[in-house]
């Protein structure tokens, strides 16, 4: 080709329309700072290449500490407009546990990653005086300053009421310490209605409307809502049930959870049947599903690693 004949075709191409390239444009933790006991979902906004190409959904996969996100979309027609197909979709991740996680969005032309950190949830702790999430020295002190020093009060008595006394006092910080630091007691399990949401689920949902339970300070509240419920996911462990959210609950995750605290029938039941399943004390525990495709697959004790029941529960 001649040099004019270059510049002609060179020329004629910088008239044609410019096709279209897809990217990845949005990607949002949502809630911003996750725990082990949060609904954790990435909101997603990108564009598909031309307007043959068509947005269908996406797909969550987890292999270990790495979440995949997978994009997926269809191609049909023809010619195809050279313009960009805006998609969004907010996917839902299952439940993690504490950890950093490697969040990898697979979109048809774009790939990108991010770190998720996502925390302790936070619970009812008996001994927990400043609400932490913890029970540690802090909360003594955290007791001491609100008695002698105008401290501010305890954001939950209940957890400041060390000694199940019904009262706030030396004492109180006394037992914590001990208990601490010179292998005291052990702290009675609280005479409480959970510690954490999914404890509630076994009562009846008392309001009319969607929505899931919340443990605060011990005592189970039914909180109505849009958010959570209608996306497709039955999110026990944020209190969601067959009875406050039936457009997400008709199948259920059979695990076993602790309930009736602090009395002699405290121990893990069945969440489907109610059925009970064996006695402990259980209060701050959860059950987690281990050793899954082994014969020792089941439910565990967090606390104390023992098996609650064996069954095949890992999806």
């Known amino acids: ?36 006991l949060s609904s954790i979902s990435i909101y997603l906004a990108g564009s598909l290449p031309d307007g043959c190409w068509k947005f269908t959904g996406y797909e969550v996969r987890r292999v270990e500490m790495e979440i995949l996100i997978e994009i997926l979309y269809e191609i049909e027609g023809d010619p195809c407009p050279d313009v960009m ?13 504490p950890g950093m996680y490697l969040v990898t969005v697979i979109d048809p032309q774009d790939t990108k990653s991010f770190d998720l950190d996502v925390a302790p949830g936070r619970q009812f702790v008996l001994g927990d005086a400043n609400s932490d999430g913890s029970r540690d020295v802090a909360d003594a002190v955290f007791i001491l300053l609100y008695l002698y020093a105008s401290g501010d009060p305890p954001p939950c008595e209940k957890g400041a009421n060390v000694n199940r006394d019904g009262t706030i006092d030396l004492s109180d ?20 209605d959970c510690s954490l949401p999914e404890q509630c689920i076994l009562n009846q949902w008392p309001i009319f409307g969607a929505g899931h339970w919340e443990c605060d300070c011990g005592e189970c509240k039914a909180v109505t809502d849009s958010g959570g419920c209608g996306d497709g996911f039955c999110d026990l462990a944020a ?8 457009s997400d609950c008709e199948a259920k995750d059979c695990r076993p959870v602790c309930t009736n605290m602090g009395t002699r029938s405290e121990g893990w039941y069945d969440v489907c049947t109610q059925e009970f399943i064996d006695w402990a004390s259980c ?32 999806q």
């Open 239 to 246: 209190g969601e049930t067959p009875e406050s959210c039936p």
């Open 85 to 97: 197909v805006p998609y969004e979709c907010t996917a839902r991740l299952p439940r993690l546990l």
């Open 283 to 314: 209060a701050e525990c959860q059950a987690e599903c281990r050793a899954c495709g082994s014969k020792s697959e089941g439910w565990y004790d967090t606390c104390t690693g023992e098996v609650i029941v064996w069954t095949q529960c890992c």
């Open 173 to 192: 910080a006394i037992l914590l310490l001990d208990h601490l630091f010179r292998a005291g007691p052990r702290l009675a399990s609280p005479v409480v």
């Open 1 to 36: 080709m001649t040099r004019i004949g270059v510049y002609v075709f060179w020329s004629l191409l910088a008239f044609l329309p410019a096709r279209a390239w897809a990217y990845l444009e949005t990607m949002q933790v949502l809630p911003p700072n996750p725990t082990s």
